[in-house]
Structure formats: C-alpha cells, structure tokens
C-alpha cells in the first residue's frame, strides 16, 4: 500500500535583511527588523535568521554593495534559508538580481504585506482592493515572474493578436482585470458614502478606534460592545471596518467604529486601496487612539498613527490615547514613562476590563461638552444646514415660528451661533 503524498505547501524558511543608511538611527532599523519578523510570523513564514546591513556603498545591483550581497547570500544559504525578505522596496530587477546571485526566491516588504492582506480579506471591498494592489504590484514584474490569470481572463479563447507575445497579452489582460477592479472599488465606495450619509442623518455621534495594527483596537471594540470582530495578536487581524451602537453611562447612543490599522512603509497602492476604510476616522466625532504599552516602540507608533490621521485631515478631531495591554507583565516596563509622554492618556485593559468604565465616562464628557440647544427661527433653515454639515445633529423639531436643535459642534461653531443658544 502506497503511503499518503503530502500535498500541502509548506511555507519557504526566510532569511531577514535590514538595510541601514546614514538617515537611519540604529533604534529606528532594529525596531524595522523586528516589525518584519512581526510580519512574517503573521503569514507563518519560519524565520531562520536576520541581519542589518550598514550600508558603506549603495550599489543600484543589489541596493548595497556586491562584496556584501554575497556575504548575505552565501549566510542565509549556509542556514537553510529558502527565501531573502528585505525591509524596504526592491525594484524588479534588483529582486531579478539577488535571485540570480543567491539561487533563492526573493520578497521584499511590500509584496509580504500584500499577500498578508490577501490572506486576511473577507468582504468583497476588501478582497477587491487587495487583489488591485497586487496586480500594480505585479504588473512591473511580468517578465520576471509568470502571473497565473486564468481567473482574470475574461474574453474568448484565440481572440490574442497574432503579432504579441505572451508577455505583451498578459500584460494587457492585467491591464484590463486592474480597469475593471477600480470601477467595481468606485461602486463600492459609492455604496459606502451612501450608508455614511445614512448613518450620519440618523443623527448619533461617532467614535473610531484608531491606532497601530496588533495594539488591541478590535480586542477593545468587541469588549465595549459586544461583538465577536476576529481579534488575533497577529499583524493586520482586520481590515475592514465595523460600527455597532452603543449607549453611554449617562445615556448618549454612540457609534463605535473599528478601523484597519495603520503600519509603517504601508505600500503605497495599499494606501490609496483602504483609503475608504480609513476615512471613517475623517467623519467621526471622537477617536480613541489605542497604543500597546507592552510594545517598546509604543512611541513609534503613536508617531505613525497621528501622521496618518493628519494625512487623512482628521487632525481637528478630539482624541483619547488609551494605553491598552496593561495586564501583560511586559508593560511594566513601559507604562510610567508612556503616562508622562501622553499624560491625559487612561490605562486599560481590553483583555480584563480594566479601565474601561472610566473609558467611556471619558467618552461622554468629549462628546457632550460640545453638546448645544438652539432655537433658530422658522426661516433660517440656512441654520440648520450649517448644523448637519459642520456639527452632529441629536434632535431636530419645528414649530410655526422655531426650529428647536440640539447638536454637537465645536468652539467655532458654539461662538458663530452663540446668540441662537437656547438659555
């Protein structure tokens, strides 16, 4: 009797390379390498060795001189290594290079990351960016790597001109899938407005957790509402974003909204891709920013964080830092010095509870210390629009001669309608 073929793919033993230049601070690059470990783990790629190389000579061959991409090749060979994954973008033909020179496939970190998103995209918005990125991505890479597009293919069999080449088609055809795939991002995105604008007429204020991947933001939501988000201590566990209603202890209905985390050197396509999803941050009324202080580069990614929030011009809205994990032993270490650098942040703990009462107290007095009751007259409904589109309208009720409103809005807001605050 024949003994059973394993059929499975086992995933390549990788080899870790970290590149150093003079703008680069040793701390900077050992945090790097330990995030691309972080990566590789999340997509179970066994991890047998890692080095940073210090860059003297930035050869355009390898991205660094040739003595050294040797030395790399022959260590990462020497250890069993199946595959190089380097910290920053190779161009296509430095990934042809190093494959060439060290007889080992090649992934830089953009290419990991895409296939991590590959791997985790549930919904169609997110498999359908996913699959975007991956094919601008590959585009540029044809004529090294073979794409597999019988999925992609779409029109008749023979219907290939008879003066192009395989390469010229495929790269059509990739063409086209990506044509077709931003039109189909563009009707979602659509859908998506449309229940934003939905959710926003429903008058309740929104919350967004926001905060690097892996700090604990979906660990937090499903604590606070209890829902069943799938939360992993693994890199990029969600991608899409998710609201549930909740009610504050004083009684004001919130919306809370999980969002995709943010990572540094996120891939550029991918950036544009999720852009949808991050802009939950831009039309909410609170963000409660999530840090890991069991991390030692907590600090690191409370910069990475509040630079993406500026980029996507949700700067302007009130945030509550949380140092979350503060059950874990290691955030001993941590938790002192990070209070004083964000000394009105709380301290919870998603996993226990800790914290979290006190979390949402915080909440509510955010959110309703802007809360205002006006009353406009019957004829200035140019009033109330100013209201829908730069505060969070609660209640809205007309009379013969009033427009009663009570709304959420800023400083700048209160004073312009100052003299219509019902006393």
Known sequence: ??????????????????IRDAKTAKEESE????????????????????????LRENNVQYGMGTGKAAEVSEKAASLGAECLLFDRDISPSQQRNWEKLSNLSVMD???????????????????????????????PRLQHKYIDLNRQRGGRYGTRGSGETRLETDRRQVEQRISRLEKEIEEVSQQRETQRKMRQRRQVPAAAIVGYTNAGKSS????????????????????DSTSRRIELPGGLPVLLIDTVGFIRKLPHNLIKAFHSTLEEACISDLLIHVLDS??????????????????????????????????????????????????????????????????????????????????????????????????????????????????????????????????
């Open 1 to 18: 009797m024949k003994s059973p073929v394993e059929t499975e793919i086992k995933p390549p033993n990788v080899y870790l390379v970290g």
């Open 31 to 54: 945090s790097l390498i330990r995030e691309l470990a972080s990566l590789a783990d999340t997509l179970g790629l066994p991890i047998i060795g890692r080095e940073i190389v210090n």
């Open 109 to 139: 970190r953009q290419e990991l990351i895409i296939q991590i998103f590959s791997s985790r995209a549930h919904t169609r918005e997110a498999a359908l960016q996913t699959e975007l990125a991956e094919l601008k991505y590959s585009l």
């Open 220 to 239: 937090l939501f499903n604590r606070l509402t209890g829902a069943e988000v799938f939360a992993e201590n693994k890199l990029f566990a969600t991608l």
């Open 294 to 423: 069991s991390d030692p580069d907590a600090e690191k990614y409370y910069e990475t964080t509040m630079s993406v929030i500026r980029e996507l011009g949700a700067d302007g809205i009130p945030v509550i830092t949380v140092l979350n994990k503060t059950d874990k032993p290691e955030a001993a270490g941590f938790i002192e010095r990070l209070q004083s650098l964000y000394p009105d942040s709380m301290a919870i703990s998603a996993a226990t509870g800790k914290g979290l009462q006190e979390l949402l107290v915080r909440m509510e007095s955010v959110l309703a210390g802007g809360r205002h009751l006006y009353l406009f007259p019957a004829d200035r409904t140019d009033l109330a629009a100013m209201l829908y589109r730069s505060g969070t309208v609660l209640s809205e009720k007309y009379t013969d001669d009033k427009i009663e409103m009570e709304a959420l809005v800023d400083e700048a807001v209160a004073g312009r309608l100052e003299e219509y605050t019902k006393k």
